[in-house]
């Protein structure tokens, strides 16, 4: 399923995954959020329900550009930088290209839709 992230006025697009967590992700777009900084290598932003985490394996190691679900704080969080691995993290898809927008300090208002 391809995404659309209008960031600043910068159009990209994602392939999400064929899981739950992706479809559930999806049925909650169009989406507007505040994407804020976290740990110098993921832009998060809280969602307005948790997703199902059904069938979605206990973590995984997240590489740059992959948009991501944190099911213990139940945040979106896209990864600008590779990071270790990480329990409760769920992929959710990976952005085609641009991740460098995501490397901007402070927050960034974007807009999700299919």
């Known amino acids: ?3 659309y992230l209008d960031i600043e006025g910068i159009t990209l697009t ?3 995954d064929d899981s739950d967590s992706a479809r559930d992700f999806a049925s909650l777009l169009p989406l507007e959020l505040t994407l804020e900084d976290f740990a110098a290598t993921e832009k998060i932003s809280d969602l ?3 997703l199902s985490t059904e ?3 206990a ?3 997240p590489r740059a550009g992959d948009l991501t ?3 213990p704080w139940g945040n979106l ?3 600008h930088k590779d990071f270790k691995h990480a329990s409760g993290l769920v992929k959710l ?3 085609d290209g641009g991740v460098e927008v995501l490397r901007r300090s402070g927050p960034l208002q974007a807009t999700f839709h299919l």
Request: hydrophobic share 50%.
């Open 1 to 3: 399923m391809r995404l």
């Open 14 to 16: 994602a392939t999400l």
């Open 48 to 50: 307005p329900r948790r």
């Open 55 to 57: 069938g979605a394996p």
């Open 59 to 61: 973590g995984i190691t």
């Open 69 to 71: 679900y944190y099911a």
């Open 77 to 79: 969080a896209l990864f």
């Open 93 to 95: 898809g990976a952005l």
